[in-house]
């Protein structure tokens, strides 16, 4: 009994020890520099505009298509995975079971010309560049705006289940 009062003893000062740490101070250095926006005026035209090429999002002024979101015995997919839509669209990725899912293309294989838009038609329910936040529960769901979009193919994938080829293909016209 008193070997293992010691073992306690001795594990809980270990943990102790090792929950401790040098802290380091907190930066309390502050510096606001608003450089968010420019204004050119030329023979009496004005242009505002941002820096760092920020766009605004486009809504979806088309139809909704809905994507469903998949993990089950026949594997980790998107069902339909290849589709085309309209410029303007929206597509709606639903969870309905396996996940966590979530929706990214790969910043690679994105037009530059059009990664800005597409990354702003995402909306800010975001984990990074071109990819939504995870979704855990079915009924959860991710839409994405393709207004704005030129048409072309967009590939895009579910970051956890990429291994398991969980992708497909927008089309856009």
């Known amino acids: 009994m008193r070997f293992y009062g010691f073992a306690v003893a001795v594990g809980v000062i270990t943990l102790g020890a090792c929950a401790g740490g040098e802290k380091k101070p907190a930066d309390t250095t502050h510096v606001a520099v608003d450089t968010s926006s420019t204004t050119t005026t030329t023979t009496g035209t004005t242009t505002t505009g941002t820096t760092g090429g920020a766009v605004a999002m486009a809504p979806i002024t088309g139809v909704t298509k809905t994507v469903n979101m998949l993990g089950d015995a026949k594997g980790y997919r998107f069902e339909p995975s290849n589709f085309t839509i309209k410029q303007g669209d929206g597509v709606k990725f639903v969870v309905v079971g396996g996940g966590p899912h979530n929706v990214a293309f790969d910043p690679a294989t994105i037009s530059p010309d059009v990664k800005a838009q597409l990354d702003a038609n995402m909306g ?34 579910c970051v956890p289940h ?3 080829n969980m992708k497909g293909v927008i089309t856009v016209q």
Do not use: C, R, W
């Not at 071109?130 to 705006?145: F, H, Q």
């Open 124 to 157: 800010t329910d975001k984990m990074g560049e071109l990819s939504s936040n995870m979704k855990m529960n079915p009924g959860e769901s991710v839409t994405i705006s393709f207004g704005n979009i030129k048409p072309g193919q967009y590939p895009y994938h």
């Open 162 to 164: 990429l291994a398991l």
